[in-house]
């Protein structure tokens, strides 16, 4: 069993997830890197390694439970344990997404990635993460998910456009963090949502104001909380987020 700290980040092979995996790695953690995708997956493995982080590939597809199987199989004889589990991945759905115009199987999709995706993982890691001294869970949301901003006055809201998959899935994901929240209440496993900000990435055409590893900072910061850390929380880099 290794002695490092062992994290996997799904959708680490570019973006946010991979600034969490650079992040994680800068500590001396030994970092899965989770994608589908295994030419960008082996890329990203090796920018990172040429950057001293002891990285690894992880053949992940959320949506896929053979796929999900096998990469805990993988970390099981990888590293024997989980210490950290940072659910990264996600989709926007693509435009438009007013409520009267979105395809209702956008909305499947994308709950399937956001949503079951982070379930069929978490469930998947779970008996890893019961192996590790101090567990984190980290659930990338955003908080275009939260109901308080989304209901604000005009002036409030500050969550972009009308998103009826992408916002709703980011909702249901927020509710799911709760639900392992109470479930595991009494065990050493904290888990926490956090929102990374306005991330210009390839899943906003790039039009956001802030760096990838910028957003990558906050769900850092969560998985290294102390064992006395918050649980059942939504952060971002100014604080909490309101449900």
Known sequence: ??????????????????????????????????????????????????????????PLDLTDDASVTAAAHLIEEQAGRLDVLVNNAGITGGMPQEPTQVDPAT??????????????????????????ASPRIVNMSSSVGSLTRQSGTDAERTVGPVL?????????????????????????????ACCPGYVATDLNGFQGVRT?????????????????????RFFEDAGEVPW
């Open 164 to 192: 009826a998959a992408y916002s709703p899935s980011k909702t249901f994901l927020n509710a799911v963090t709760l639900q392992y929240v109470r479930e595991l209440s009494g065990t050493n496993i904290l888990i926490n």
């Open 1 to 58: 069993m290794s002695e490092r700290t062992i994290a996997l980040v799904t959708g680490a092979n570019k973006g946010i997830g991979y600034e969490i995996a650079k992040g994680l790695g800068a500590l001396g953690w030994s970092v899965g890197v989770g994608a589908r995708d295994d030419q960008r997956r082996t890329a990203a493995v090796e920018r990172l390694r040429t950057d001293g982080v002891d990285a690894f590939g992880v």
């Open 107 to 132: 909305i499947r999709t994308v709950v399937e990635t956001n949503v079951i995706g982070v379930i069929r993982v978490t469930n998947a890691m779970l008996p890893l993460l019961r192996r590790s």
């Open 212 to 232: 990838p590893e910028q957003g990558a900072a906050i769900a850092v910061k969560l998985a290294t909380l102390p064992d006395d850390g918050p649980t059942g």
